[in-house]
């Protein structure tokens, strides 16, 4: 023993840490996009207050907001099968990944609905009029005029969520799942040095958010691009 | 030819429209002149199913449609035959003109793009656009906006085309550009058109038919001679008269 923090150790760790990182990234990436794809579908399906469904989403996303990640984690992963296995479905070669996917996908859309329909709901009427007058569909209009603005405006706010979702994945060992988080346990084990593999796991989660806000930073630019030209324009 | 039968509403117990019936011919202009409340833009919107009314009927050349009850491939039909200029220009700000142009010839009318933009770049140009085809709505100023809707409007080659009060949010010095563009396509591009304006003198000009309407009825319907010059109506002519501070329009008084 001798030293309370061996930095050595710690960066030799790292690569071992960073090999796991592929986990976390296949958590975040897919939930953020399929999630942020079915926020959108069930922003416009609460808005267009379709019958049955509207009131069904609100109480999803009641849920989904009201109760924390970890408990979702369990509830999909052990109550899930329990409640199908009931119903003669066994879920027994499902990996555990797979839940984890499903619970984080969710969680994004519930957040990513809310986001949207408030922005959905910035867009000006007058545009969706003039949409809906040169006899676009809801469809259509949606797809080429409501939303493309409405995704612009809520970017900021979409990537604080992933952000959010990246930090919920330092859940995920709890289900089973081998994430950075569980490796460095697991190391720890071993090694009996725990503080420098948490060191390294905390770096790495800096990074990939890093990443994410430059990522989110460079879509607004994009989109913002005839904004900020207007700006220009006129000062 | 367009033509609107009975056309009521009411919000609550307020009536709007009071069975207003309207015949627009084919190629002809239409302006629709009244004081403010007097329901001009709700009977505008009406047309386009933007409202909806409590009774009336539609016809389109021959096809007819119960404003209250049509279906939604009927409204969409509507629509499609028609195209509304709005008082706030409504461009799609998330597109360029040239886009806004091009929208609805290639996602309602499944054109493709290299024929829609022709088309569009064509219509730019006729509006004077041209040269601003690639700025987005928060680039131009009001009256560009404004022509960039009248070209959007006509891009779809529309049976009718609503004008809800075109030049009412522009500053004055750009009203002119505006009212030059619609009556150039009055002039050259024999599409009927129903105007909702305050500006009396281009209505007396453009004008094959000039409708006055207060209070959700139609008070006079005539020609502008005789509409704007011998009103029968008391009513028109007190609005005459305050519109335009005291004077009138005498015989060939041009403007």
Redesign the interface.
């Known amino acids: 023993m001798g030293t309370y923090f061996d930095v050595g150790y710690m960066i030799k760790s790292f690569p071992t840490l960073l090999g796991m990182v592929h986990i976390t990234l296949l958590v975040t990436i897919f939930s953020a996009i399929v999630g942020i794809l079915l926020g959108a579908a069930i922003a416009v399906l609460r808005i267009q207050c379709v019958p049955v469904i509207a009131p069904l989403l609100r109480i999803f996303i009641s849920f989904m907001r009201g109760t924390p990640f970890l408990v979702q984690l369990f509830l999909a992963y052990f109550g899930v099968p329990e409640i199908l296995a009931h119903v003669g479905i066994s879920m027994k070669g499902v990996p555990p990944l797979a839940f984890v996917l499903a619970v984080f996908t969710l969680h994004m859309a519930a957040y990513g609905a809310e986001i949207l329909r408030s922005s959905i709901l910035a867009v000006?009427v007058?545009?969706k009029?003039?949409?809906?007058?040169?006899?676009?569909?809801s469809f259509?209009m949606y797809r080429?005029?409501v939303l493309?603005?409405a995704f612009?405006m809520a970017m900021p706010a979409l990537i604080n969520t992933v952000i959010g979702v990246v930090k919920g994945t330092s859940l995920i060992f709890n289900v089973g799942v081998v994430d950075i988080m569980r490796k460095a346990e697991l190391m720890a084990g071993n090694s009996q040095r725990s503080l420098e593999l948490y060191v390294d796991v905390a770096v790495i989660y800096g990074i990939l958010i890093f990443l994410i806000a430059r990522i989110g930073r460079f879509l607004e630019r994009r989109q913002s691009h005839?904004?900020d030209?207007?700006e220009l324009?006129e000062a | 030819m367009i033509k609107l039968e009975h056309v009521k509403k009411s919000f609550g117990d307020q009536a709007i429209l009071r069975d207003i019936s309207l015949n627009v011919p084919t190629g002809s202009v239409t302006v629709i002149l009244g004081p403010s409340g007097s329901g001009k833009t709700t009977l505008l919107r009406t047309i386009n199913f933007l409202g909806k009314a409590d009774g009336g009927t539609l016809f389109i050349n021959d096809q007819r449609y119960d404003l209250r009850k049509a279906s939604r491939k009927e409204i969409l039909a509507v629509r499609r035959q028609t195209a509304m200029v709005f008082q706030s220009y409504n461009l799609f700000s998330n597109m360029t003109a040239l886009q806004n142009v091009m929208e609805a010839l290639v996602t309602v009318q499944g054109r493709n793009k290299a024929d829609a933009r022709e088309r569009a770049a064509e219509l730019l140009t006729q509006v004077g656009m041209k040269e601003h085809a690639d700025k987005y709505p928060a680039q131009l100023s009001g009256g560009q906006q404004q022509r960039v809707g009248i070209a959007r409007a006509l891009a779809v080659n529309p049976q009718v085309i609503l004008f809800d009060e075109p030049t009412s949010a522009l500053d004055p010095e750009l009203v002119g550009e505006v009212l030059a563009v619609i009556r150039d396509v009055a002039k050259n591009s024999k599409v009927t058109m129903i105007i909702v304006t305050h500006e009396i003198a281009f209505a007396r000009e453009v004008a094959d038919q000039i409708v006055f309407m207060e209070g959700g009825c139609v008070v006079e319907t005539g020609a502008p001679q005789d509409v704007l010059v011998h009103p029968r109506e008391e009513r028109t002519r007190v609005f005459l008269n305050r519109y335009l501070g005291g004077t009138t329009l005498r015989d060939g008084a041009g403007i």
């Open positions: 000006p007058g545009e009029e003039a949409a809906m007058s040169l006899g676009m569909t259509q080429r005029v493309p603005q612009q005839n904004r030209l207007a324009s």
